[in-house]
Nanobody, 119 residues
């Protein structure tokens, strides 16, 4: 079973930066894709960013493009999400997800880490 553990969430003022990390137990990191999603109370979970390991392809939601950067922390270890120019609308619980690169669904999920951006 693949386990994902998010960390790095916290309170930050608008315009500030925060870096989230997601550690994975996967031993075949090169064959998987990982992503960040976020969710606020009462709303559906939304896609934030994804990265395909091996090909190193990345994809971002329009709302975070140019502000957030997803990257590999270390081969087989996990991914990070560098969040800059944070806005109150970025406030949410951020979840790390993983899947085989060829799969359509995100099979593995972390428990989430809370990011609060004050105005």
């Amino acid at each position: 079973q693949v386990e994902l553990v998010e960390s790095g969430g916290g309170l930050v003022q608008a315009g500030g930066s925060l870096r989230l990390s997601c550690a994975t137990s996967s031993r075949t990191f090169g064959y998987v894709s990982m992503a960040w999603f976020r969710q606020v109370a009462g709303k559906e979970r939304e896609f934030v960013a994804a990265i395909t390991f091996g090909g190193k392809h990345t994809r971002y939601a329009d709302s975070v493009k140019g502000r957030f950067t997803i990257s590999e922390d270390r081969a087989g270890a996990g991914v990070s999400l560098q969040m800059n120019s944070l806005k109150p609308d970025d406030t949410a619980v951020y979840y790390c997800a993983a899947k085989r690169s060829s799969a359509s669904e995100w099979s593995y999920w972390g428990k989430g880490t809370l990011v609060t951006v004050s105005s």
